[in-house]
């Protein structure tokens, strides 16, 4: 616990047991309900679905989502807000099925909706957002057939808001709606001049790609009014970045969104809605801090500044309390899924050592190398020895890359390097100042535990804009850890790798992990993999999607738990034929080249079968590796 912080970052939902392993509490109202990793690990393996795999704990995106809308309603009454809280999940965080339908199920009791952001997603929430009081925002860039569908769906009696992005949307809608005669309920998204902050500040301010300034808000209205629709301008939209780090940023678009309103108001646009956009951030690195990829804020605490913030400007300013809506994704479905993979090998630069001893009529390089191995001590100055070890090293290549140095001669040296370095990380352990450049060793002397699964697919935030997940073993974390590695991937990028974590508040390259054993596989869990990792991976090196597990846990018996359904990752010829490959014929390819091979007695025809079999079985397998 003290070197992975899980219930820092755990949101309530993860600890580790005495047991040593993690355990899952999806409740946190009542953690009696507790459920250990590695029966879900267990349970896995029994039902034969193979590593690595996506769980999903379903009751915790129901307890996030109630969380949300318990903490709105609760406050807006100790608040006393005269509005109401109608929140929506917007579905490009996670779009999968199984996903949205849980949101939906969890949040029917809060008329909690959805909020889609393309035509795709249009299509789907207009199926899948049933209930007739439960709101649709639209964002994003929108066209005649997008606006057309809105429109079906408010001939369907559906409260969906189409939310205008730029202004010729409005004209659009404007023509679309008349044409069919059907009222629309529109709203208009603010270029706030207030920037978030952390990686999606530039979601806010003037160079914001969505939104309209306010003298085009005013002229939307305007316009409306002149069309006799200025009633359907009903909703005020502004959202300044995912993953805001500084509550600082809330408060200051608060103030600026509610201004926004209450003037709008005045100037007799009566709107009733205000959606505050996304942005409740979630604390990866377990610091609660202005970190990156952490926040200073609980969701108590936004949800307060959200609801007071918006009480006292429209107190102050004499016009109503709006219905509220957010628009949280991170905040409902991080904590819900975690990747599990296992560790298939270790990786050390130093891990082939070769016998050193002399050898008669060797060359004075490795002689002088063992010189040093063999005469230093702690008298010596460190930096003195690092220097001269490299220094033997650098000279060896040139040397053997001249012809002086054979190559067995040079692993010698390679070796002996390597031992000083090893040696010297020992040493300089005790010490209290550390030369900077041996502060190195530690990660250039650390593991590489290879991974089996694909950042690009599985992490691809952690590669594109360096956002720290946590990786913790699943097990065994009553051993101290005594391997400092990194983790990398499966695929033949050199990016594929994840060397940045957090051990209690620090930020590091190298996490400690446990020995590798023969006998027993070692799972670990990526976690917080819920919003946007999950849907937002590509297949590089045809990696496809991982298998899923779904996990309920029982309501007679708080320790046990079931699998309520297996989704069936990529096959490898799912993902060619994304790739517009023709695997069947491809296998028949094969089997001709192989049945080839019998007329020339390369091949007899027994094993021709078995290998035409192994390469049809290969093709409809798993595409990660089968440890
Ligand atoms: N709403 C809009 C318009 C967004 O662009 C985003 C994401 O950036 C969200 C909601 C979701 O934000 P978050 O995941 O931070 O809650």
Redesign the pocket.
């Known amino acids: 616990e003290r070197v992975y912080g899980v219930s820092q970052w755990g949101g309530g939902y993860f600890q580790v047991g005495e047991n040593g392993n993690v355990h899952i509490t999806p409740v946190p109202e009542d953690p009696s309900i507790r459920i250990d990793f590695k029966s879900v690990i267990e349970e896995i393996r029994e039902e034969g679905v193979q590593f690595p795999v996506v769980v999903r704990f379903h009751d915790i995106l129901r307890s996030q989502v109630a969380s949300l809308n318990t903490i709105f309603r609760n406050t807006i009454e100790e608040a006393e807000y005269n509005g109401r809280y109608q929140g929506v999940y ?1 579905v ?2 996670n779009q999968m099925r199984e996903v949205v339908e849980e949101i939906v199920d969890a949040g029917a009791p809060f008329n909690y909706g959805l ?1 889609a ?1 393309s035509k795709a997603e249009l299509l789907t929430v207009l199926a899948m957002n049933v209930n007739e009081d439960s709101l649709t925002v639209l ?1 994003g860039y929108k066209d005649a057939e997008f606006m057309q569908l809105a429109l079906l769906g408010r001939k369907l009696g559906r409260k969906i808001v189409v939310v205008v992005e730029k202004y010729s949307e409005l004209l659009l809608l404007v023509k679309t709606a008349k044409e069919l005669d059907i009222e629309p309920i529109i709203g208009v998204r603010a270029k706030m001049t207030v920037k978030g902050r952390g990686k ?1 500040e530039s ?1 806010g301010g003037e160079r914001a790609k ?1 939104g309209l300034t306010i003298s085009e808000i005013i002229k939307t209205a305007r316009y409306l009014e002149s069309q006799g629709m200025a009633h359907c301008l009903k909703l005020l ?1 502004f ?1 300044i ?4 780090t500084d509550i600082r940023a809330v408060k200051e678009a608060m103030t600026e969104g509610a201004r926004i309103y209450a003037d709008l108001h005045k100037m007799g646009f009566a709107l009733d809605y205000v959606d505050v ?5 979630i604390d990866y690195d377990g610091s609660n801090s202005t970190n990156e990829s952490s926040r200073n804020y609980s969701m108590q605490e936004y949800v307060s500044d959200v609801v007071y913030g918006m009480k006292e400007m429209c107190d102050l300013e004499e016009v109503p309390h709006p219905t509220l809506i957010s ?5 409902i479905t991080a904590h819900h899924s975690c990747v599990v993979t296992e560790i298939v090998g270790e990786i050390k630069s130093n891990s082939a050592q070769v016998d050193t001893r002399a050898a008669d009529g060797e060359h004075f390089f490795v002689k002088n190398i063992r010189e040093l191995l063999e005469t230093y001590d702690q008298q010596t100055n460190m930096q003195e020895v690092y220097n001269d070890a490299s220094q033997y090293k650098e000279q060896a290549l040139d040397a053997f890359k001249l012809r002086v140095l054979n190559l067995e001669e040079l692993a010698k040296i390679e070796s002996m390097y390597w031992q000083i370095m090893e040696r010297l990380q020992v040493w300089y352990a005790k010490e209290e100042y550390v030369p900077e450049e041996l502060q190195e060793l530690d990660y250039s002397l650390s593991s590489q535990y290879l991974c089996n699964f694909s950042v690009f697919q599985s992490a691809a935030d952690t590669w594109a804009i360096d956002q720290l997940l946590p990786v913790v073993p699943l097990t065994r974390m009553n051993e101290p850890p005594s391997v400092n590695c990194s983790l990398v991937d499966i695929t033949c990028d050199s990016d594929g790798k994840i060397d940045q974590f957090t051990i209690g508040r620090e930020i590091t390259d190298v996490l400690p992990m446990h020995p590798l054993k023969k006998d027993e596989p070692y799972y670990v869990g990526l976690f917080l993999t819920g ?2 990792q999950d849907v937002m991976g590509d297949m590089h090196n045809l990696f496809g999607r991982l298998n899923e597990v779904h996990i309920f846990s029982y309501d007679d018996d708080p320790e046990d738990f079931y699998i309520e359904e297996v989704v069936k990752g990529s096959s490898v010829e799912d993902v060619l034929n994304i790739m517009q490959y023709n695997p069947r014929a491809m296998a028949q390819d094969m089997k001709r080249l192989i049945d080839k091979q019998i007329s020339t007695g390369n091949i007899n025809p027994r094993e021709a079968v078995r290998w035409t079999d192994f390469y049809e079985n290969c093709l409809s397998g798993y595409t990660y590796l089968k440890p």
């Open positions: 917007p490009k965080v909020e952001g964002n999606w979601s969505f939209h959202h970045g995912s993953q805001l956009g996304g942005g409740l951030g628009e949280s994704g991170r905040a919003a946007y």
